[in-house]
C-alpha cells in the first residue's frame, strides 16, 4: 500500500507557473505507475498526465500538452508536475494517483488503485 500526499497548489495569474509535488510513502513509488488528475467545479475528474514506473513513457490530455511536464523521482519517491504558461480553464483541484498495474496506454481514473486528497491550483485573469 502507499499513501500519496500532494503540495505545490496556489493562486497564481494567467501565464505564470506552478510546480505540483506528490510524496509517495509505504511501498517505494517505483512499484507504481503514477497519474495526475484535475476535477473542476461541476466537472468530472479528469486525467492530465501520467507517467510509467521507470519514467520512460507519459501521457498528457490535449489540453495541457506543451504546458506541462509530468516527471518523477524513485530516489526520493515524489512525482511532479511542473505547470506552465496557466490559464483560468486550468484552476482545479489537482489529484495524484498511484497504479499497481504500469501503464499501457492513457490511464482513467477508474484504473487507479490509491489517491491523494489533492491540492487546489486556481488561476486568475
Known amino acids: 500500500q502507499v499513501q500519496l500526499v500532494e503540495s505545490g497548489g496556489g493562486l497564481v495569474q494567467a501565464g505564470g507557473s506552478l510546480r505540483l509535488s506528490c510524496a509517495a510513502s509505504?511501498?517505494?513509488?517505483?512499484?507504481?505507475?503514477m497519474a495526475w488528475f484535475r476535477q473542476a467545479p461541476g466537472k468530472e475528474r479528469d486525467l492530465v498526465a501520467a507517467?510509467?514506473?521507470?519514467?520512460?513513457?507519459?501521457f498528457y490530455s490535449d489540453s495541457v500538452k506543451g504546458r506541462f511536464t509530468i516527471s518523477r523521482d524513485n530516489a526520493k519517491n515524489t512525482l511532479y508536475l511542473q505547470m506552465n504558461k496557466l490559464k483560468p480553464e486550468d484552476t482545479a483541484v489537482y489529484y495524484c494517483?498511484?497504479?499497481?498495474?504500469?501503464?499501457?496506454?492513457?490511464?482513467?481514473?477508474?484504473?487507479?488503485?490509491?489517491w491523494g486528497i489533492g491540492t487546489r491550483s486556481t488561476v486568475s485573469l
Open positions: 509505504g511501498r517505494t513509488s517505483s512499484t507504481y505507475a
Open positions: 507517467i510509467t514506473r521507470n519514467g520512460l513513457r507519459t
Open positions: 494517483a498511484a497504479s499497481v498495474s504500469d501503464f499501457a496506454a492513457e490511464p482513467t481514473s477508474h484504473g487507479m488503485d490509491y
